[in-house]
């Protein structure tokens, strides 16, 4: 069973242009999050989201990041128009079910993506 | 809101020697706790939980015991390796409506020694 694959594992972009990271969950999984790891610091959640939903976004940046996740194909992480604070490792988790009371769902990390804005 | 302190980083140590990582947390609600580790260039994995008080999770001779009355969640492990080697970061759950955000410390960096 393929774990979460996340590609490409190392982005680079000038300053301006768009950036799109892209999320496979593991078989079997609906429910995806994206969180971003600045450099010497934990990750930080961006974004919660089912197939076709956006559950949670409060970590999302208001500007120029977006999130999807069709009902066929991988999350995609959209970054428009990116800066050199953006800049950083994203990381991919899923997990099976959908979080409920006092029950928590192990999330799956996949290896990142690494984005460099030169 | 929720927050994790792990302590600051970099560990370096001999093998053999003692581990502990300290963790402390700041919750509103009662979460779930975890340790995950990061080996250079892979994502994070799942080393050991704990969903309730006094709940000790354990795993690879990790241990690290939910302390409720001190609002912590130390590592400990009582010989490391080099294998060991890795980011470590300590984390919460929220439950209930907001348990599908993991709340991660900065981590601390470890270096096990020959």
């Known amino acids: 069973n393929a774990g979460v694959m996340q590609n490409p594992r190392h982005l680079v972009r000038r300053r301006g242009q768009e950036a799109r990271l892209r999320c496979s969950p593991m078989?079997?999984?609906?429910?995806v999050y994206w969180y971003r790891q600045l450099p010497e610091e934990g990750l930080k959640f961006m974004v919660y989201l089912q197939k076709e939903n956006i559950i949670d976004e409060s970590g999302m940046p208001k500007e120029r990041f977006s999130a999807e996740f069709p009902k066929e194909g991988p999350s995609i992480l959209r970054i428009q128009q990116v800066v050199r604070g953006d800049s950083a490792a994203y990381f991919c988790?899923?997990?099976?079910?959908?979080?409920?009371?006092?029950?928590?769902?192990?999330?799956?990390f996949g290896p990142g993506t690494r984005l460099t804005v030169t | 809101g929720n927050s994790v302190t792990q302590m600051e980083g970099p560990v370096t140590l001999s093998e053999e020697a003692f581990l502990t990582i300290n963790c402390t947390y700041t919750?509103?609600?009662?979460?779930?706790l975890f340790w995950y580790v990061q080996y250079p260039g892979e994502g994070l994995q799942l080393l050991l939980k704990a969903t309730k008080a006094d709940d000790k999770g354990s795993n690879k001779g990790f241990e690290a015991t939910y302390r409720k009355e001190t609002t912590s969640f130390h590592l400990e492990k009582g010989s490391v390796q080099v294998s060991d080697s890795a980011v470590y970061f300590c984390?919460?759950?929220?439950?209930?409506?907001?348990?599908?955000?993991?709340?991660f410390g900065q981590g601390t960096r470890l270096t096990i020694n020959p």
């Open positions: 078989k079997g999984h609906s429910h």
């Open positions: 919750a509103t609600g009662y979460p779930s």
């Open positions: 984390a919460l759950s929220e439950r209930g409506q907001g348990a599908q955000k993991l709340v």
């Open positions: 988790a899923s997990s099976p079910q959908r979080p409920r009371g006092w029950i928590h769902y192990e999330q799956y």
